[in-house]
């Protein structure tokens, strides 16, 4: 089992960056693909990006491709998302899983975390 909280959500203007940290505790975190999502208010829960265990590949909504860079550093049990150019549409509350899985998929992840709010004016 693994235990994820997010850090660094806030307020940003429109055009502005944001990173997101997500520190896991638990079972070895080099044996989970990572991934985030994200859900605003009145819509479903969205895919964002997602990397493979030892970060040699990443995966990336269409939304968000060219913008979000997703990274993991195994040694400190981290996974990041680096938002840049980040737009009004990217009002979200954040959040970052793991799944037990090798393979990265928009689905079938196992483990949450609580979220971290992220909200961009305009």
């Known amino acids: 089992q693994v235990q994820l909280v997010e850090s660094g959500g806030g307020l940003v203007q429109a055009g502005g960056s944001l990173r997101l940290s997500c520190a896991a505790s638990?079972?070895?975190?080099?044996?989970?693909?990572m991934g985030w999502f994200r859900q605003a208010p009145g819509k479903e829960r969205e895919f964002v990006a997602a990397?493979?265990?030892?970060?040699?590949?990443?995966y990336y909504a269409t939304s968000v491709k060219g913008r979000f860079t997703i990274s993991r550093d195994n040694a400190k049990n981290t996974v990041y998302l680096q938002m840049d150019s980040l737009k009004p549409e990217d009002t979200a509350v954040y959040y970052c899983?793991?799944?037990?899985?090798?393979?990265?998929?928009?689905?079938?992840?196992?483990?949450w975390g609580q979220g971290t709010q992220v909200t961009v004016s305009s």
């Open positions: 899983a793991a799944r037990t899985g090798q393979t990265i998929v928009v689905r079938g992840y196992d483990y």
């Open positions: 638990g079972r070895t975190f080099s044996s989970f693909v």
């Open positions: 990397i493979s265990r030892n970060g040699a590949s990443t």
